[in-house]
């Protein structure tokens, strides 16, 4: 910046964005635990147009796991028996877009997908196994499919299937205070993912006093002005 801004507000992101490369990196975060009721924000964008990217996953058991995925040009959220799915378009590779899965063991048609805080998909996941299982909480992988290929910013998780006021307040800006939800209470998990490092903070316990679970990261690349 040069010259005379005299009284200029200059907003300047300084934060690192964590590239995925697709075949080895990944962060783990660990147990955040086993619920009927949650949900789970991230804000994604593409760096090549392959066609099966893995983007979270609960604890990759193959039983009662939830993941997320997207394959081609539809975002699928599996359980054991199903998966949710949408078929969305958009500008993967140059924009940050944000997904949501909601999910509420005691609901039917109780598994919802938002896509930038709009509704894209909701199936009944009342199964057998339901999808519940958090136990080995990680992004940038999962359990079938391919590693994911890109950027993956301020993961959110909560033991509570959010509503959509709160998806929308989400899905306004990367790393939006999670105080702004109705349910700051029942946030489990906050990666901010902005680490710069091998180590990737939660900050759940500064935002409500919940037990942090740091992530570890394998692989990836630091990357800055990506938004």
Known sequence: LEGDLEDAIINVNTDAALEFD???DRVIAGNIGTHTQWTVSCWVKKSAAANEN???DGAGDGTSYPYLTMVDNYIYCY????????NVTGDWETEWNHIAVTYDAEATNNMKVYLNGVLKSTTDANNAAEPTN???????????????????????TFNDDLAIADIQILASKINVDPTLVSKTS???GWWKVTDAGSTINDFVNETN?????????TGGDWRYNQY
Request: proline letters at 0%.
């Open 134 to 156: 958090f136990t080995n909480f990680y992004f940038g992988d999962g359990v079938a499919y391919g590693k994911w290929d890109g950027f993956i910013a301020d993961v959110k």
């Open 54 to 56: 893995n983007i979270w």
């Open 22 to 24: 697709g075949a080895n």
């Open 186 to 188: 029942n946030l489990t």
């Open 209 to 217: 006093g919940g037990t942090d679970h740091n992530g570890t990261l």
């Open 79 to 86: 359980f054991n028996g199903g998966n949710t799915n949408t």
